[in-house]
C-alpha cells in the first residue's frame, strides 16, 4: 500500500484555480502512469512515462499537464478545469513498459471542480 | 486492438460458498492478463497475472484465475469466499503490439453475504 503515493488525497477547486497533484513511487519503478477514474466508466488512461519521458498521451485535454522530473515522482498540473472533470485520480508505476509487467496504483486523488 | 468485456456489473454469494468473476478478452497479439481489486477509497490491488504457461494462476488472498485460449476468457475464482472479498474487481489485457498500455474492463463488484 505505501509502494505509490499520492497527495493530496482529497481536493477541490474551483474551474479558474491552478493546483497540482503529487505522485510518488518506492517501489524502483522506470514506467509510471495517470490515470482518471469516474463514476459508471470505465478506467481511461491518460498518460504513460517511461524513464522520465512521455510515451503515451490518450487525447487528454491540454488543461491537464503532466510533469515527470525523474522515474520516482510524478505530476499533474491542473489549471481551468470544468465540472466534468470531477473524479478519482489514480498514479500507478511498474517495472516498465513490457506487458508482462503488472502495475502498482497509488490510493487516489479525489478531485471536485466547482 | 485490445478489449474487455466483464459482463456482470454485480456478482453475489454467500460466505464459505465458491465465486466466480467472469472477463472476457480480445487482442492482437499474445495475451497478458490481471485481475486487480479495489476496496473503497483506495487504488486497484495487483492480485494475479497470466504470462504464459499453466492455464491455472494463483494469486493473493486465495484467489486463481483460469486462462482460456479457445473461449478468449480469463475467469476469477476462490473456492470459499470471504466477507472481506466485497469489493470491485478489474480485469485487464496488454498484448504484445502494444507496450504500456492496459486496458480495463468496467469492473465487477463482488458482494459476499454473511
Known amino acids: 500500500e505505501t509502494g505509490v503515493t499520492q497527495t493530496p488525497r482529497h481536493l477541490v477547486m474551483g474551474m479558474t484555480n491552478k493546483k497540482s497533484l503529487k505522485c510518488e513511487q518506492h517501489?524502483?519503478?522506470?514506467?509510471m502512469y495517470w490515470y482518471k477514474q469516474s463514476a459508471k466508466k470505465p478506467l481511461e488512461l491518460m498518460f504513460v512515462?517511461?524513464?522520465?519521458?512521455?510515451?503515451e498521451n490518450n487525447s487528454v485535454p491540454s488543461r491537464f499537464s503532466p510533469e515527470c522530473p525523474n522515474s520516482s515522482h510524478l505530476f499533474l498540473h491542473l489549471h481551468t478545469l470544468q465540472p466534468e472533470d470531477s473524479a478519482l485520480y489514480l498514479c500507478?508505476?511498474?517495472?516498465?513498459?513490457?506487458?508482462?509487467?503488472?502495475?502498482?496504483f497509488g490510493p487516489g486523488t479525489r478531485l471536485t471542480v466547482t | 486492438a485490445q478489449s474487455v468485456a466483464q459482463p456482470e456489473d454485480q456478482v453475489n454469494v454467500a460466505e464459505g460458498n465458491p465465486l466466480t468473476v467472469k472477463c472476457t478478452y480480445s487482442?492482437?497479439?499474445?495475451?497478458?492478463l490481471f485481475w486487480y481489486v479495489q476496496y473503497p477509497n483506495r487504488g486497484l490491488q495487483f492480485l494475479l497475472k497470466y504470462i504464459t504457461g499453466d492455464n491455472l494462476v494463483k494469486g493473493s488472498y486465495g484467489f486463481e484465475a483460469e486462462f482460456n485460449k479457445s473461449q478468449t476468457s480469463f475467469h476469477l475464482k476462490k473456492p470459499s469466499a470471504l466477507v472481506s472479498d466485497s469489493a470491485l474487481y478489474f480485469c485487464a489485457v496488454r498484448d504484445n503490439t502494444n507496450a504500456g498500455k492496459s486496458t480495463f474492463g468496467d469492473g465487477t463488484t463482488l458482494t459476499v453475504k454473511p
Open positions: 517501489l524502483g519503478h522506470n514506467a
Open positions: 512515462y517511461s524513464l522520465e519521458e512521455r510515451v
Open positions: 500507478a508505476s511498474s517495472q516498465g513498459l513490457a506487458e508482462s509487467y503488472e502495475q502498482y
Open positions: 487482442v492482437s497479439g499474445n495475451p497478458y
